[in-house]
Structure formats: structure tokens, C-alpha cells
């Protein structure tokens, strides 16, 4: 009998999170589970690590074909323990999500799921991130389930290329299809908000707005504004190719 795939799963909202409970329902019948999630919510975390204190490590559940731990960690944390300590072998695909909040354009450098899925890719391991562009925890995911799972099998049947990792976002209400695209260019505009006082210490609290300066109708910013669920080829080679020559002629 030929041995199940096996599928890892982490995400930055935190094991309790109900976009990983909608993720771990829909990839079961994929493959084993196994679970490494953060203890608490991680977003925007990136692509951090945690030293010089420890890390602590909880099994929350463990039967035939599923297991499911909790890491006081980041999401980069909890693949690096699942790898080295988890799993008995390198998992053949990682998920990670359904995140709560955008990962497009520029956010996705500053993402945890996504700083899950680069290094996951990293690793050599087929790995997709998946994002509803919806902050509010209680958000609906029922229009995402039926597209995370069409994306899921697809990914499990055909693999990826080798470096290349998924970077999926989906739109508030009906998502008419799914299109592949490219990050969109914008930018964040911070406005930090202060408030009382720490002593002599001012306190301040981080907001701002997204500005999209990209109209490619193939930005993902766009396509998701446009009602369709984006899909962003990505890798972890951040080299500019491109540019390599003209950066030669000026130092070499």
C-alpha cells in the first residue's frame, strides 16, 4: 500500500485560529497532518526566529493520521522545530493559513504565513500560503473553502517547481475565479497614534494606509480588488538577475 503524502500545516494567527481548523478539515483527506502551530498570534512576524531563550513545545492531539502541537514561537519557529523535531521525515507539502488579512503586495515581506511558506520552500518542500484579504477574526471563509481545496489538490497531484512557492490571497464575498498574477507595487503610508505616557517614555501605536501604485490588471492587489482569488508564483532567490550586469560596470 503506497504511503500517504505527508502535509504540514502552520499559520501566524495562532493554533486556535479558525482559518487552521478550516485548512487542517479541508487537506485531511490529502494526506496525514501534522500541526506545528504558534501558541498565540504571530502576525506580521515575517520571517523571524527566536534566540537565546527557549522554545516550548505542547502536543495538543496525536492519533492515527493527525497530530497537532502548539510552539511558544513564530511561524518560522514552528517549521524549524517541525523539521528537526516533529516529523519523522520532510513533509511533502506545507500549507499554511487561512491567514486573517491581506498578504499582497508589499505586506507580504512583512507576512508570518507567508515567512512560513519561504521557508518551508527553502527547505525544498512544495508550499503554499493561503490569506483571506479580511482582518476581522470573525470573518466568513466559506467562499475560500471550496478554491483552498481545488488549489490544495491540484498542488498535491503536480507538485511545484523546485524553488518555487505560493502566495494566495482571496477576496471579501464571492470570488468569481482564480487568476495568477505578480505582487502588486504600493506602499504603506504609517501615521503612528500616540497615547499616555510610559514616565519619560512617549507611547505609540502603529497604523497607517496601503496606496496600490500599480494598474497591471495582473497585480495582485488588482485581481483581488476585482473579486478574483490571486495565486503569486514566489521564491526565496531574492537576486535582481536583471540588473546583475549593470551592477558589474559599476564595481567590477
Known amino acids: 500500500m503506497p504511503q500517504k503524502p505527508l502535509i504540514f500545516i502552520t499559520n501566524d ?3 486556535q485560529a479558525r482559518g487552521i481548523r478550516l485548512l487542517e478539515k479541508i487537506l485531511q483527506p490529502l494526506g496525514d497532518i501534522v500541526v506545528v502551530a504558534p ?10 526566529i527566536t534566540g537565546g531563550k527557549p522554545l516550548r513545545l505542547e502536543c495538543l492531539t496525536k492519533r492515527d493520521g493527525f497530530e497537532e ?7 518560522v519557529d514552528c ?27 508589499i ?18 518542500v512544495p508550499s503554499v500560503g493561503f490569506s483571506l484579504c479580511d482582518n476581522d477574526k470573525e470573518a466568513s471563509l466559506n467562499e475560500c473553502e471550496a478554491v483552498v481545496e481545488m488549489i490544495a489538490k491540484r498542488v498535491v497531484e503536480n507538485g511545484l517547481p523546485d524553488g518555487v512557492c505560493l502566495n ?39 497604523g497607517g494606509e496601503y496606496y496600490c501604485t500599480d494598474e497591471s490588471p495582473l497585480a495582485d492587489w488588482r485581481i483581488v480588488e476585482n473579486g478574483y482569488a490571486s495565486i503569486v508564483p514566489m521564491q526565496v532567490d531574492f537576486t535582481a538577475y536583471k540588473a546583475m550586469q549593470r551592477i558589474r560596470e559599476i564595481f567590477e
Open 39 to 48: 501558541l498565540v498570534e504571530q502576525s506580521g512576524k515575517s520571517h523571524a
Open 79 to 105: 517549521v524549524k522545530m517541525a523539521f528537526d523535531k516533529v516529523l519523522d521525515r520532510k513533509p511533502d507539502f506545507l500549507f499554511a493559513g487561512i491567514n486573517h488579512g491581506a498578504n499582497t503586495s
Open 107 to 124: 505586506n507580504t515581506i512583512y507576512s508570518g504565513t507567508m515567512g512560513a511558506v519561504t521557508e518551508g520552500c527553502s527547505e525544498g
Open 168 to 206: 494566495v490571497n482571496f477576496p471579501v464575498g464571492t470570488i468569481k475565479g482564480v487568476k495568477v498574477g505578480h505582487q502588486a507595487k504600493g506602499y504603506w503610508r504609517e501615521d503612528f497614534t500616540s497615547s499616555e505616557k510610559d514616565g519619560e517614555r512617549s507611547i505609540f501605536w502603529l
Open 13 to 15: 494567527d495562532g493554533f
Open 69 to 75: 502541537y502548539a510552539l511558544e514561537g513564530t511561524p
